[in-house]
């Protein structure tokens, strides 16, 4: 009832549904920041290199230089060696392929999948422009819905985490190949995707492959206990998010639940295989799980 009466004074009193918007918007900001800084300035910035080395200065050689960086022209006119400073060209760019089909609002476990989605987009946003990096996103269903070109600074990230949470889409399927053509079409330079989706389509593995050739993918499969596991309750009706159609089953058969769970394995399977040949990096977050955790890892294992 509660629910109900909040979401009637918001149709009522359009503010309300605006403060609460911004509410939200300022504590995924606290959230991501602190993550940010306490935990993924260091890992995020070592596992993703940038695009090389600029020339910085020259400064006088010291023992231990490498000779092959010694600059023999200002050398000559010092009379004593000097050696060439470089640095890494920082500057990166970030783009998040966020699948907002129906199925994304399925949750049983502190929240829906969309709302794990959201927090995990919003750690990697305020994570790349904490690094000076450009952060861009694509919202997609079954058609890419939204596209935000990639740029810097906190309230670009504050206005990709609005979008985050007031985005939805009227198409109900997925289909990742739309979205990752686009995103080749779209940006020209080497960039970092992440692609954060369930991954309830199987038609994807050329169009990821083509983009893995030239751009750093990163998948982050986001599922539900119940994805996996039919609950043993008896007979009941459900329906398919995304077709829309409805069957009766039979919770209380084994077979019903072997096959539904084998489902499961089977599209996480083909997931697996397909990033996996395409010398992408897949990881598996469930709600409710610690997905900082599941980032850490990530991090330090890329930095290895």
């Known amino acids: 009832m509660k629910r109900k009466n909040k979401i009637q004074a918001e149709e009522t009193n359009p503010s309300a549904g605006v403060s609460s918007i911004f509410k939200k918007v300022r504590e995924l900001e606290i ?28 400064r006088e050689y010291t023992h231990g230089d490498d000779i092959r960086f010694i600059d023999w022209n200002v050398s000559a006119r010092m009379g004593h060696p000097y050696s060439k400073i ?14 907002i089909s129906a199925s994304s609002v399925f949750g049983t476990v502190y929240g829906t999948k969309k709302d794990l ?7 990697l ?9 450009k952060v861009g996103v694509i919202f997609y269903s079954d058609v890419v819905e939204t596209y935000i070109p990639p740029k810097k600074g906190r309230q670009h990230a504050l206005y990709i985490v609005r979008k985050l949470l007031t985005e939805q889409s009227e198409h109900k399927a ?6 990752l053509k686009f995103f080749r079409n779209s940006t020209r330079q080497q ?26 993918v990163i998948g982050i499969k986001v599922y539900d206990k119940m994805d996996m596991q039919l609950p ?3 007979l ?3 329906q398919d998010a995304e077709s829309g159609k409805t069957k009766w089953v039979n919770s209380s058969n084994a077979y019903v639940r072997q096959s539904y769970q084998q489902e499961f394995f089977r599209l996480t399977e083909y997931s697996s295989q397909v990033f996996k040949k395409a010398g992408s990096d897949l990881l598996h977050v469930r709600t409710g799980e610690d997905y900082v955790k599941v980032l850490q890892r990530f991090f330090i294992s890329r930095n290895r």
């Open 125 to 133: 946003a305020f994570s790349a422009v904490s690094n000076g990096d």
């Open 236 to 238: 009941l009706q459900v």
């Open 31 to 58: 959230k991501s920041k602190k993550l940010t800084s306490d935990l993924f300035t260091g890992e995020y910035h070592s596992a993703f290199k940038g695009k090389g080395m600029t020339y910085k200065e020259v």
């Open 174 to 179: 997925t289909q990742l190949t739309s979205a």
């Open 86 to 99: 470089f640095e890494e060209e920082r500057e990166l760019t970030v783009m998040l392929l966020i699948d």
């Open 191 to 216: 960039s970092i995707a992440f692609v954060l989706s369930d991954f309830l389509d199987a038609s994807y593995e050329d169009a990821l492959r083509l983009t893995a050739r030239k751009h750093d």
């Open 117 to 123: 989605i959201t927090e995990i987009a919003a750690v």
């Open 232 to 234: 043993d309750v008896g």
